[in-house]
């Protein structure tokens, strides 16, 4: 008869082993240079193609550079994208088998979804320090200090971690990688519904809300205010736009204690 674990070693048990298998992510993609490649080639492309091609058509709201102004929005997308990508790799591992192995092991039931979401926080952190090298190149840089700009960046490492929880759930409940990977699309209405790119005060009234309320507008505009870059806001913003920092802190927490929780019961169930 086996005995349950004290919860302070079932904790500790969860994060050996989620670490254990975040090694393993880290080392598959050095496995596959041509995904890092992609990675670090898309700050580059996004800069290029929307504070080049298209900033010259945008007035930024109280005046300024655009590509200041944008800057925060690309690095904010970086919190989003954790979503697709930890979810086509769990839909990978769970349909061809990989997660059916690791339960046939003495692992803690979180381990895999821990080790997924621990890779994606440090592929994260490359990928949000190509842009960050890629900004300062075309002239962004921050305005208020260093403690400012260390919690602009806390805020985006943070929110994109809740993010990835997110990813887990749903690559678990998805049929298969193929499926997931047709899911990725529809993704891009939710970057472009939002301030990261143009202001909303132009769009109607419906879709502004929409907008407004979108956890990417509230870690744009956290990061516009804690950088010091140009955006001012409207006359009537709504609530996460007038308290972006704090809003931010809510998705994140809410996004984790809605999500931990179901990806651990999708992943008992995957398992049935």
């Known amino acids: 008869m086996t005995t349950a674990r004290p919860a302070p070693q079932r904790l500790r048990w969860t994060i050996t082993d989620g670490l254990t298998l ?3 992510e880290i080392a598959r993609l050095k496995a596959e240079p041509g995904q890092i490649v992609a990675a670090l080639a898309f700050p580059v492309v996004m800069v290029v193609l929307f504070g080049y091609v298209f900033g010259s058509a945008i007035q930024v709201p109280g005046g300024g550079d655009y590509r ?3 800057m925060p929005g690309l690095f904010a997308m970086v919190s ?7 979810m086509t790799r769990m839909a990978a591992d769970a349909s061809q088998g990989v997660m059916d192995r690791f339960r046939s092991m003495p692992t803690a039931r979180l381990a ?7 890779a994606d926080a440090l592929v994260g952190l490359g990928l949000l320090a190509a842009m960050v090298g890629t900004g300062l190149i ?3 840089q921050p305005h208020r200090g260093a403690a400012a700009t260390a919690e602009a960046f806390l805020l985006i490492v943070l929110l994109r971690y809740a993010m990835s929880w997110v990813g887990v759930y749903l690559g678990l409940v998805v049929k298969d990688d193929q499926t997931a990977a047709q899911l990725v699309p529809l993704f891009l209405p939710i970057t472009m519904l ?3 790119f143009v202001p909303t005060d132009g769009m109607p009234a419906w879709l502004r809300l929409v907008a407004d309320w979108n956890p990417l507008s509230a870690i744009t505009a956290a990061s516009r205010d804690l950088f010091g870059n140009p955006g001012a806001r409207s006359a009537h913003p709504a609530w996460p736009m007038a308290h972006p920092v704090a809003a931010v802190l809510l998705w994140s927490v809410a996004a984790l204690v809605v999500f931990v929780p ?4 999708a992943q008992t ?3 049935r």
């Open 22 to 24: 975040a090694g393993r």
């Open 68 to 70: 200041e102004y944008l």
């Open 80 to 86: 989003i994208t954790a979503v697709q990508g930890v």
């Open 112 to 118: 895999v979804p821990f080790g997924q979401t621990g």
């Open 138 to 140: 075309v002239g962004w």
């Open 194 to 196: 939002s301030n990261a």
């Open 262 to 265: 179901l990806a651990a019961r």
């Open 269 to 271: 169930r995957r398992g």
